[in-house]
């Protein structure tokens, strides 16, 4: 009898630059309550966006080798899945699902809305356009964005730290303007074709869950357990970046690297296996965490 696969968590870092001691942090957290549920741990680069760099994705993967982070495949390049994003966006666009906008971030700003649309949505411009009214837009050379035609303006998700979360579902972009797949559809089908059903990632990104749960749903998949975790901050406030000092492991090194992020928990530890005796996703820090340079 074949045991059926178990789930999988995943770290799925964007290769713009350096990981950071924050960034490393979340990786640690990742790996940790997929590790402690049994389940498979994932890589994911992230590098559809032009930004993305090959020889930075290959730094990330060797620093969190280096602080002792494993993972069960190969990891996956998001740049060689273009055909089973375009796939997706087919099968919705057969489904009377999506539309085309030809949009600019300043028409989208200047727009008039409803006096209850929620901070922050799509207001629609695009959606009822004519027939000769695409046809007039084209006209201009001005590549559309293709955007979901949503039924829902607000979905629930349930969090393992946040508890019950309900946020804004809009009309949102599945291809841009370039024609690279938007980051809220590419996450959400390689998630579903890598088997995650962990999703554990900086509490930034709590806000595009329910966009990404609502069309997890309308695909038909299982929706993910997410756990979104406290971000790292500088001394004044203010998410960490390279500016704030020794922030990544090349400057900290791996050993010291280790021993602030699992103090930072509560739990300071040696290596990840002796971490992972001591972790308790009921006894993560709820606060986000101030980093000091050393």
Not at 23 to 52: P, Y
Not at 224 to 253: F, I, Q, S, W
């Amino acid at each position: 009898m074949t045991r059926p696969t178990p789930g999988a968590g995943r770290f799925a870092p964007s290769p713009s630059a350096d990981l950071h001691i924050g960034n490393l942090r979340t990786a640690v957290l990742a790996w940790l309550f997929a590790r402690s549920t049994g389940r498979r741990f994932l890589m994911r680069i992230e590098d559809l966006d032009d930004r993305t760099h090959a020889d930075v994705a290959h730094r990330q993967l060797a620093d969190l080798a280096a602080l002792g982070i494993t993972w069960d495949e190969l990891p996956q390049w998001q740049s060689r899945q273009r055909e089973h994003y375009v796939t997706v966006i087919d099968e919705l666009a057969a489904r009377g699902l999506t539309y085309e906008c030809y949009c600019s971030r300043k028409d989208i700003l200047s727009a008039p809305r409803a006096p209850h649309a929620p901070e922050g949505a799509y207001p629609g411009t695009c959606r009822e356009l004519t027939e000769a009214e695409r046809v007039a837009k084209r006209a201009t050379g001005r590549p559309p964005a293709l955007r979901l035609l949503a039924d829902a303006t607000q979905y629930t998700v349930t969090d393992l730290l946040h508890g019950s979360y309900t946020g804004v579902v809009d009309d949102f972009v599945l291809r841009r303007g370039d024609g690279v797949p938007a980051y809220n559809l590419a996450v959400v089908v390689d998630d579903a074709r890598s088997g995650v059903d962990q999703v554990v990632r900086g509490d930034d990104l709590l806000s595009s869950s329910p966009r990404q749960a609502y069309l997890t749903d309308l695909l038909g998949h299982r929706l993910p357990v997410y756990a979104h975790v406290p971000l790292a901050l500088n001394a004044d406030g203010k998410r960490l970046a390279k500016r704030d000092g020794a922030v990544t492991l090349a400057e900290l090194g791996a050993q010291r690297a280790f021993a602030l992020i699992t103090e930072s928990l509560g739990w300071p530890s040696a290596d990840p296996n002796e971490l992972l005796t001591h972790f308790d996703p009921a006894g993560i820090p709820r606060e986000p965490w101030v980093y000091q340079p050393v």
